[in-house]
């Protein structure tokens, strides 16, 4: 036994010889990669796996200035093209009720959004319900929650934001736990949306995050739900945080809705904001009401030349514009049963609400106000999509180019001015 000191841990071992055809090898493309791969992590201090992903601040880039207004401006007007790029549909709807279906299982708790599944969609839930509601006056939100194989409905359908960022918040409510069950999510949507009239827009958002789905055995199965969903003219989209599943797009292809898979955190941004516009009726569900603006333009006559076709009969909606009543006193609400401050009176039958648009609870009339109804019609007529002109374009015609633009009432810089401007900048 040698000693401590002078020891050699491979003077015991012995090594064959090995032959260098045994040797696993390597091409030279990829020797080559590998050494790029090391040279730009030596560069740029970040690992290898790093280099296949796109970071969004490496691509806003300071202005001259040093500031980033530039960039965010930039991003702003990106936005805007992109929405007058969209072509305006014919018709759609005005009052929307919509029930969003949240998965709150355990693969919610899974980090490969950041920081969470749960906290990133709570974070854009939060942010959609403003947007939603900012653009659908009319509309009503509910929320229903997926865990240990049951479903439970946490918002009822109503038309405050405020208490649904109020429920949002609160996460002792919504802690993650079991499987999903997307049959009992849909089967509790479906019935909370029964009694709503057929002329709004029913439907459903999914935000899934499983791959598998719990459902009971029973003589009711996913597929039936489907059938029953699609015949009640009931939109469902789904957006997926794990992967593309076949009953999803099943789902969402037979019920005219969306069906997404999330990429990445600002990708699932962009599949939530896509469901905020009213979505755009092709055919109407009452054919009798096809050439109701025909009929209005023609004053109520016969809309054809010779007289032989009636005039179309219309879908009249009944709508109440309440009374709103003073901050002071606390006063019994028909909605929650508790003594609140202020609200709205009902004009049918007096019943006090806490807030409009709502269906009242005692005659079932929907009450909204006229802000909200006028603020809706801009989906009905949006205002025409502007055409770009270059600047040789305008300057060429001046006989009918104006010298102030019509929108904003500022005069435009003719060619000297610009070139004065930019000798100066130089």
């Excluded at 020797?31 to 090391?38: D, F, I, L, N, Y």
């Excluded at 839930?125 to 006056?137: G, K, L, T």
């Excluded at 709205?344 to 019943?351: D, E, M, V, W």
Aim: proline share 7%; net charge negative; glycine share 8%.
């Amino acid at each position: 036994m040698p000693d401590d000191d002078n020891y050699d841990p491979t003077a015991d071992l012995e090594y064959a010889e090995v032959d260098d055809d045994d040797q696993p090898r390597t091409s030279t493309a990829a020797k080559g990669k590998h050494k790029a791969s090391v040279n730009g992590q030596a560069e740029k201090g970040q690992a290898v796996w790093e280099g296949t992903y796109n970071r969004s601040w490496d691509v806003v880039q300071e202005d001259a200035e040093g500031g980033l207004q530039s960039a965010v401006d930039s991003l702003i007007a990106r936005g805007r093209r992109k929405r007058a790029e969209i072509d305006t549909p014919l018709r759609r709807s005005i009052i929307r009720h919509m029930f969003i279906i949240l998965d709150l299982s355990e693969s919610v708790l899974d980090k490969d959004f950041r920081p969470s599944r749960f906290e990133l969609t709570l974070q854009y839930m939060r942010s959609y319900v403003v947007e939603w509601f900012d653009q659908n006056p009319l509309g009503q939100i509910g929320m229903i929650i997926m865990r240990d194989r049951l479903s439970e409905v946490l918002i009822p359908m109503g038309g405050n934001p405020q208490e649904i960022l109020s429920v949002l918040t609160d996460k002792r409510k919504l802690e993650p736990s079991g499987e999903p069950s997307l049959q009992n999510g849909l089967v509790m949507a479906k019935g909370g949306m029964s009694h709503l009239p057929s002329t709004s827009s029913l439907e459903i958002l999914v935000v899934f995050s499983s791959i598998s789905t719990a459902d009971p055995d029973g003589p009711i199965n996913i597929h039936q739900v489907l059938s029953d969903l699609s015949s009640s003219r009931v939109r469902t989209s789904i957006i997926s945080l794990s992967g593309e599943i076949k009953i999803c797009r099943q789902i969402c292809q037979r019920t005219g809705g969306k069906f997404g898979v999330a990429m990445d955190e600002d990708h699932l941004r962009e599949l939530l904001w896509e469901t905020i516009p009213p979505p755009a009726q092709t055919q109407s569900s009452n054919p009798t009401t096809l050439g109701v603006r025909n009929a209005l333009a023609a004053g109520g006559n016969r809309v054809d030349g010779d007289g032989s076709r009636p005039p179309p009969v219309g879908d009249l909606m009944v709508m109440g514009f309440p009374v709103r009543l003073p901050p002071g006193g606390e006063t019994l609400c028909v909605c929650h049963g508790l003594l609140k401050k202020g609200g709205y009176l009902c004009p049918r039958c007096g019943s006090k609400l806490c807030d409009v648009p709502t269906d009242c609870e005692v005659c079932g009339l929907m009450v909204v106000s006229s802000p909200h109804l006028a603020r809706s019609f801009w989906f009905l007529f949006p205002v025409a999509h502007y055409d770009a002109l270059t600047v040789e374009t305008t300057m060429g015609d001046r006989e009918r180019s104006s010298p102030t633009c019509y929108g904003c009432d500022r005069s435009f810089k003719t060619m000297r001015k610009m070139f004065q401007g930019f000798l100066l900048r130089m």
